[in-house]
T-cell receptor, first 114, second 115 residues
Framework: ETGVTQTPRHLVMGMTNKKSLKCEQHLGHNAMYWYKQSAKKPLELMFVYNFKEQTENNSVPSRFSPECPNSSHLFLHLHTLQPEDSALYLC?????????????FGQGTRLTVV | AQSVSQHNHHVILSEAASLELGCNYSYGGTVNLFWYVQYPGQHLQLLLKYFSGDPLVKGIKGFEAEFIKSKFSFNLRKPSVQWSDTAEYFCAVGGPNFGNEKLTFGTGTRLTIIP
């Protein structure tokens, strides 16, 4: 158990659906992240939040919409996705920006877009 | 922008063999270096990290890595692997100037240990 919990673990959605991924951390961290893990590609950083404020959007299409209501929760709202968006979506957290510490990852949500 | 190269995509070893996985990065400034491991069906977890000091760092489960600044490398080693080491291994680079929110990962190396 990492202290970072993601739900659901698996999600299959159609291209016209709207769904949300949820991430919760119990580590007292102030920074949270969304990463995308596709086969044979490096993990891609999507979004970063520090103290609930978005500090990084790595050119992610608008069909992905993050939300961070507090430092412990992070959501990724999905709408009108494409089949190429199928991937493992990982949430991570760490102490605040600039501190030398590692990121802690959740188990991920395996997303399949049909 | 920084980048990370892991040249070995899939490594197959027998139990008790020695392991070395390569990791090279490109960034001219001060870096923090990490190795993460992902066991089948499990989350990414930290194996070891380098921030400063002794360039030979020891991690969990008998793993170690050596930071060689002149070679921009941070290779992972283990003298004798076990079947339970079967997993995917990711090298990552961060830095005090850009922190962990811009960790750059390599493509990963899948390690298969044959009993």
């Amino acid at each position: 158990e990492t202290g970072v919990t993601q739900t659901p673990r698996h999600l299959v959605m159609g291209m016209t659906n709207k769904k949300s991924l949820k991430c919760e951390q119990h580590l007292g961290h102030n920074a949270m992240y969304w990463y995308k893990q596709s086969a044979k590609k490096p993990l891609e950083l999507m979004f970063v939040y520090n103290f609930k404020e978005q500090t990084e959007n790595n050119s992610v299409p608008s069909r992905f919409s993050p939300e961070c209501p507090n430092s412990s929760h992070l959501f990724l709202h999905l709408h009108t996705l494409q089949p190429e968006d199928s991937a493992l979506y990982l949430c991570a957290s760490s102490q605040r920006q600039g501190v030398n510490t590692e990121a802690f990852f959740g188990q991920g949500t395996r997303l399949t877009v049909v | 922008a920084q980048s990370v190269s892991q040249h070995n995509h899939h490594v197959i070893l027998s139990e008790a063999a020695s392991l070395e996985l390569g990791c090279n990065y490109s960034y001219g400034g001060t870096v923090n270096l990490f190795w993460y491991v992902q066991y089948p069906g499990q989350h990414l977890q930290l194996l070891l990290k380098y921030f400063s000091g002794d360039p030979l760092v020891k991690g969990i489960k008998g793993f170690e890595a050596e930071f060689i600044k002149s070679k921009f490398s941070f290779n992972l080693r283990k003298p004798s692997v076990q079947w339970s080491d079967t997993a995917e291994y990711f090298c990552a680079v961060g830095g005090p100037n850009f922190g962990n929110e811009k960790l750059t990962f390599g493509t990963g190396t899948r390690l298969t240990i044959i009993p």
